[in-house]
């Protein structure tokens, strides 16, 4: 105030996380290069502690089932959930029309099903019921549907095929929580209580089509290590034309040997030479452009 500039004496304690720039914290570097923080950053803090997400499947069973117990439905709740009931009819020619979906068919068949059979509700009605679900409705887990969520987040924890963790997408307890809210969401669309299994299964089926979307590749091809924030596919084929360029024993290449390279390992032309400026210009470049479009190894 008035031009006076002043140093006042102030304690605080700050406490701050961050998260690896990879998503998955590598112990062959650093703090700073994991987190991307300054050195003189880093050296204000007085404790540092790094918090791992190792594969332990005794330790992912405990948390899931620790967080799935925060969203269950209280012990002493004397309520039971509602099931679901199919009515089915003749209509006259031996087919039988029911006036709910059967209830072996998948949501995707469902929706198509209810899609042909029911007339479409007025808008005005959609929004009063979306209202009144958010206001009033507040579904508990039950412990069939979490026992549904929990297996599933541990088949993504660990694959059936026997995929590397490290290969694909990091899967964390938010992904588990993400389960939770889509399950709730799906029973309170029905002004339900309880979140039944079917909810869950539902839920899951979600999910899988979502992650199916996000790994296929331009051939139609699941590849487990697409995915993610960063880009995980493109890191896997940098390191493998890498590779290949040193097996070559060369330290000098032209365009011809770099498309010849990257035939042999499928990489695809349309974004082969943003791959290469990506080696050419991160922060610890690997490659170098000379004269003649010559390339040469770091």
């Given at each position: 105030k008035a031009g006076v500039v002043a140093s006042l004496p102030a304690r605080c304690c700050v406490i701050a996380a961050a998260n690896p720039k990879q998503g998955k914290y590598n112990m062959n570097k650093t703090v700073a290069e994991n987190l991307n923080v300054s050195p003189p950053l880093l050296s204000r803090f007085d404790l540092v502690f790094i918090l791992r997400d190792e594969v332990d499947?005794?330790?992912?069973?405990?948390?899931?089932?620790?967080?799935?117990?925060?969203?269950?439905?209280?012990s002493g709740g004397n309520r039971a959930p509602h099931t679901f009931t199919t009515m089915s009819h003749n209509d006259g020619h031996g087919r039988s029309i029911g006036t709910s979906p059967p209830g072996q068919m998948t949501m995707k068949d469902r929706l198509a099903w209810i899609a042909e059979t029911?007339?479409?509700?007025?808008?005005?009605l959609v929004r009063d019921y979306i209202s009144y679900a958010r206001e009033y409705c507040m579904p508990k887990m039950t412990q069939e549907?979490?026992?549904?969520?929990?297996?599933?987040?541990?088949?993504?924890?660990?694959?059936?095929d026997g995929t590397k963790r490290n290969d694909s997408v990091p899967i964390t307890t938010r992904q588990l929580e993400a389960l939770i809210r889509l399950a709730q969401a799906r029973a309170k669309a029905c002004l339900r209580e309880f979140v039944l299994k079917q909810d869950a299964e539902d839920v899951v089926e979600l999910m899988r089509d979502s992650v199916d979307q996000v790994h296929m590749d331009s051939s139609g091809r699941l590849d487990r290590t697409r995915g993610g924030v960063v880009g995980k596919s493109k890191r896997k084929q940098k390191k493998a034309f890498m590779d290949a360029l040193r097996q070559t024993n060369q330290n000098s290449f032209s365009k011809d040997d770099f498309y010849r390279?990257?035939?042999?390992?499928?990489?695809?032309?349309?974004?082969?030479?943003?791959?290469?400026?990506?080696l050419r210009y991160c922060d610890q470049p690997e490659l170098r452009k000379g004269k003649n479009d010559i390339y040469y190894l770091l």
């Open positions: 499947t005794d330790q992912d069973k405990l948390v899931s089932g620790n967080i799935m117990d925060l969203y269950r439905q209280p029911q007339k479409p509700l007025p808008i005005d549907a979490a026992a549904v969520l929990k297996d599933y987040f541990m088949t993504l924890r660990y694959p059936e390279i990257s035939a042999q390992l499928d990489l695809p032309l349309n974004d082969f030479w943003g791959l290469v400026d990506e």
